[in-house]
């Protein structure tokens, strides 16, 4: 057993591997690229640099440090609220050279604040949460950074090793498995950095139902382009095959006809354009094509409450885990995570990360679309601000779980939400299938 860290030291550490990481997206590109917009999806990357320093002045150093703000000025220009992200680029916005000082030095205070905070005693100090918040919250921010590079024209700049192949018997795996019926615990009330909308913990009752073993892989989803699945509207949702008819989508995002090979696909991928890897997990789908594909296949998404029962739940204890293969931190054999890679690895990869009921890759590779809208646990309520999570509640975002290959593990366990519009592919976003296992042959 490797001794914990304390909260403050655990704090620390994570705030310290953001910061490398949100430095290591942006010293990599010129200032022109930092302030340029590469999609009206998203803030110019130099926007996130300095919203990621004022959240944490907010936070840190006025709010759990009780210190006097050193730029209150910024608040409104880096209010995600107060601005969409298409009008971003045009605010008066600081430079990268401004944005790196800033950060820094917020930074600087804030490292004081921790060394001296109580890490018991409140809601907001508990365990560090408020520091685990901020981490958190930097990561997240990253994960947005990287996938504007995905969608950044010109030569690459980032670069990571390829994900290890698949072990041998991920070709013997089934293709689905069962979870049984039962309650489970959903949510926690004891992780200590777990955000608002992950609690409280509650029982909830789950029918039998099959899943995908692993995610549903780009050969799979090409069978359902070729088999004419976009072309079919009985496979889709009405407000889905109505946005399919006015994007004219034909395929995942970032996805190329192969003009040398009939029926063959290419990738762009973080600025290089390379054959499509048929055995990872399809990637950069909207909720619409994954529930039209879902159709198409006899299937359909998982619910959130059954994703996270086949994520933590284990039948031998009754107890819900922190992680599918146990309360362990993620390590790079248990899941895909960390930006390690910039790519989902093959289906079947990681049998270390494999949850009790047979299901792997639940956490890592790529988000993944559940059925359900975004709403609040019973009994929530919303801890430090309603603009993090309930200002989403209502049913006009559709929930994510797992984590993709661009998630840190502070911001990714089995209770871990995300959630985005369901026409949103931008993310790095897949999906696996299930179907119910009551009244059926095999039930
Ligand atoms: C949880 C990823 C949906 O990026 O909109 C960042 C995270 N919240 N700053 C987002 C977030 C405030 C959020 N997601
Ligand atoms: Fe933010």
């Known amino acids: 057993m490797t001794p914990q860290p304390t909260p403050r030291e655990r704090a620390r550490l994570a705030l310290e591997a953001a910061r490398a990481r949100t430095l290591a997206l942006t010293d990599c590109l010129d200032d022109a690229e930092l302030g340029a917009q590469h999609s009206p999806l998203m803030s110019p990357l130099v926007w996130d640099l300095a919203h990621i320093g004022n959240q944490e002045e907010i936070w840190l150093v006025r709010e759990a440090g009780g210190r006097p703000a050193l730029r209150p000025d910024l608040d409104p220009l880096y209010d995600a609220f107060r601005h969409p992200r298409a009008e971003r680029p045009a605010l008066p916005l600081l430079g990268p050279d401004q944005a790196r000082r800033f950060v820094a030095e917020v930074r600087d205070q804030a490292m004081d604040v921790l060394a001296k905070a109580p890490t018991a005693g409140s809601p907001l100090f508990e365990g560090g949460f408020v520091f685990g918040m901020l981490a958190q919250h930097e990561q997240q921010h990253d994960e947005t950074m990287l996938a504007t590079h995905q969608l950044r024209q010109g030569p690459p700049v980032l670069d990571a090793p390829a994900p290890p192949p698949a072990p041998d018997e991920a070709a013997l795996l089934p293709s689905e498995v069962l979870v049984p019926a039962g309650p489970f615990t959903m949510g926690t009330d004891t992780d200590a950095w777990a955000l608002d909308n992950e609690r409280p913990a509650h029982t909830v009752r789950v029918a039998d139902f099959w899943l995908d073993t692993a995610p549903v892989s780009n050969a799979a989803y090409q069978q359902f382009i070729d088999d004419g699945g976009y072309q079919e509207p009985e496979w889709w949702a009405p407000e889905g095959w109505a946005h399919r008819q006015r994007e004219q989508l034909e395929a995942p995002l970032f996805w190329i006809r192969d003009q040398d090979r009939p029926g063959g696909w290419l990738r762009r991928r973080f600025g290089r354009t390379e054959p499509l890897p ?50 362990q931190d993620p390590g790079p054999e248990h899941a895909n995570l960390a930006q390690r890679h910039l790519e989902p690895a093959p ?20 988000w993944e679309w559940t059925s359900s809208d975004f709403d609040g646990y019973p009994g929530f309520t919303a801890f430090p601000y309603a603009e993090y999570s309930e200002v989403f509640f209502g049913g006009d975002y559709k929930v994510l779980r797992g984590g993709s290959f661009g998630t840190d593990p502070v911001a990714c366990r089995s209770t871990f939400r995300n959630w985005d519009y369901p026409i949103r592919r931008q993310i790095f976003a897949g999906f696996r299938t299930a179907r119910d296992a009551r009244f059926s042959e095999d039930g």
Request: proline share 10%.
């Open 278 to 327: 048929p055995d990872q997990p399809v990637v950069h789908v909207c909720w619409y094509e994954a529930d039209a594909y879902a159709r198409w296949a006899g299937r359909r998404l998982p619910t959130e409450a059954e994703w996270e029962k086949a994520a933590r739940h284990d039948p031998d204890t009754g107890r819900s885990l922190r992680h599918p293969w146990g309360d």
């Open 347 to 366: 289906v079947g990869s990681y049998p270390d990360g494999t949850a009790p009921c047979g299901a792997r890759q639940l956490l890592g590779d790529v």
